[in-house]
């Protein structure tokens, strides 16, 4: 058995970025919605995007796709996104 045990966050100290303040509510705003290329990801963003705007009043929603998971956004759904939206998820689903 090995002497270390690894942390699963992937670094040890702080972040040198703080996180981003969390809304106070989702009501009125407009989220992006990241598709990161998983099988049925895009059936499981339909859903999501329906409960955001029924149940939480999400204003809109802005829908991207990255080219696989391992892959960024790219440059310009990231512009998108930073200009437009209030919010992002980023979602997996298999």
């Given amino acids: 058995m090995a002497d270390d045990m690894l942390d699963p966050i992937g670094y040890s100290g702080k972040a040198e970025k703080a996180l981003a303040p969390r809304l106070s509510s989702l009501r009125g705003v407009t989220l992006a919605l990241v598709d990161i290329g998983f099988p049925n990801s895009n059936i ?3 859903r999501v995007e329906t409960l955001l705007k029924d149940r939480y009043g999400v204003a809109e929603v802005v829908r991207h796709a ?3 998971p391992t892959r960024v956004v790219n440059p310009q759904a990231r512009q998108d996104i ?3 939206c209030q919010g992002l998820i980023e ?3 298999s």
Avoid: G, T
Wanted: proline content about 8%; charged content about 25%; cysteine-free.
């Fill in 44 to 46: 499981f963003l339909d």
């Fill in 66 to 68: 990255k080219p696989s």
């Fill in 82 to 84: 930073v200009s437009r």
């Fill in 91 to 93: 979602a997996v689903s």
